[in-house]
């Protein structure tokens, strides 16, 4: 069924961590190592939490980042407090300021939903340098995810279940089922109804508070902005200031929208190859229509192919179909580094050439696995999403098609799922500082949605880097842009045209890179 190896790419299984996962390109990466001594010394002290030196690290990261670690005990179930708990992983990334105490500290909240805070440590390292010079930034896990009770699908033998990976004829229900075997096996240790934005921001208060901070700064990525929104809304005493960086307003169906967002970023990166001459001469067919053409030809009959594997660089074996070629562009639309390769590799499968496309689509798989935990994830949509879900006309003439969302919530049935509160969907509303962060051609969260949700903040800027994808934090001067405005708690007053100096990459014209 078309959509479901893209939802399973989305999507990997999780693995143990073994050197052979290299050479398995739809399982999972190995889980990241969180280096804590067990009988390491007390270092640091903050508020009533005790830190230990830690290493922070991952399959993905970058390198690897120093750090102070430790964990909170808080109530599965916050109406049981007497009941079970779970561990928070608590990471601190301590200032240079030695006034940093007396300063409101940095809460990160990654995306998803799924992925660890502490996991991309690298990540925030530079994207918050500016930040740290003044205050201390602390990454929790939000629970489900990275060290904080993740959510994992054991078999009875203790070992990961895995999705299958043989083409089948009906994907949902493999998912539904999959899922079932999954909430089964989690059962004795987890109610995943209490996986969900409305726990994890009573986490981040719980973080807050044992800390001793009345009030905390917050930089919230992808879907970390709808928590960072919800969490400000729920406890607007305790917010300073927002920094959010592709924005989802409160009421988007997560996952609902892949579809014409992701044809609407296609299409302004093959006007920007029309715009520039020798990308316009060199691919005369825009990158839309081939992605187009590419997909209808696989439709109809995919291809055996050998290529060279990017994990392990020996002769490899495949099929080329639709969903790989989907997948593989969804997930290099991202960023504007690996959406330069579009245009080439669908017209090198253009004209029967189909190797570089598939040792890329098994890098982007390599890349993507094991970064979102997938089970944390449904607990969330399901509760928050799925219910909400209408099917859009417009999905059903995209490249996408209505099949991705429906993937996307294909587990729901089968997952016990809690409850979003009433009033989850209504903005976020007063004068709280917001700086608002977007990416031109982001093929998930673009431009509109921030202006949705400045649209309620009068205290609120929004900041769009041309030519740039999902998640701008980190990229030229916005560091020292996020800096400035903690700095000051005014986003009004904030210049920031340096983010016009933002290169666009240009289009690949050959595997030797773009026209000089």
Known sequence: MFGYRQWQARHPAPAAATDATAAAPNKAAPKPRHAVAEEAPVTRTRGSLKFHPCTLTSAQAAGNVEAQCTTLAVPENPAAPTGRKIDLKIAWLDSKNDGAADLEPVFFIAGGPGQSATEVASLVEVALAETRKQRDVFLIDQRGTGGSHPLECLGPDGKPLALPEEDVTDAAKVVADYAARCAAALKPTTDTRFYTTTEAIGDLDAVRAVLGAPRVDLVGVSYGTRVAQQYAKRYPEHVRALVIDGVAPNDLVVGG?????????????????????????????????????????????????????????????????????????????????????????????????????????????????????????????????????????????????????????????????????????????????VLLLSGELDPVTPPRYAERVLAHLPNGKHVIAPGQGHSVMALGCVPKLIGQFFDKGDAKSLDASCVQNLNRVPAFTSFNGWEP
């Open 257 to 433: 929208e892949f579809a014409t967002t992701f044809e609407d970023a296609i299409k302004l990166q093959a006007a920007q190859c029309r715009q520039d001459a020798a990308c316009a001469k060199r691919f005369p067919t825009d990158t839309h229509e081939q992605l187009r053409n590419v997909l209808a030809r696989l439709r109809e009959a995919p291809v055996e192919v050998d290529y060279r594997h990017p994990g392990t660089g020996e002769m490899a074996h495949g099929k080329v179909t639709a969903d790989t070629v989907v997948g593989l562009a969804f997930a290099f639309s991202y960023a504007p580094q690996t959406a330069s390769l579009l245009p080439l590799v669908l017209d090198e499968a253009s004209h029967g050439r189909y190797e570089p496309l598939m040792s890329l689509a098994q890098l982007a798989n390599r890349q993507m696995g094991g970064q979102m935990n997938r089970l944390m994830q449904w607990s969330v949509i399901c509760a928050e999403d799925a219910g909400r879900y209408q099917p859009s006309e417009a999905a059903a003439s995209t490249l996408l098609g209505p099949e991705v969302a429906q993937m996307f919530f294909a587990a729901c049935p089968a997952w016990a799922s809690g409850t979003a509160p009433a009033d989850f969907t209504a903005p976020l509303t007063g004068n709280v500082p």
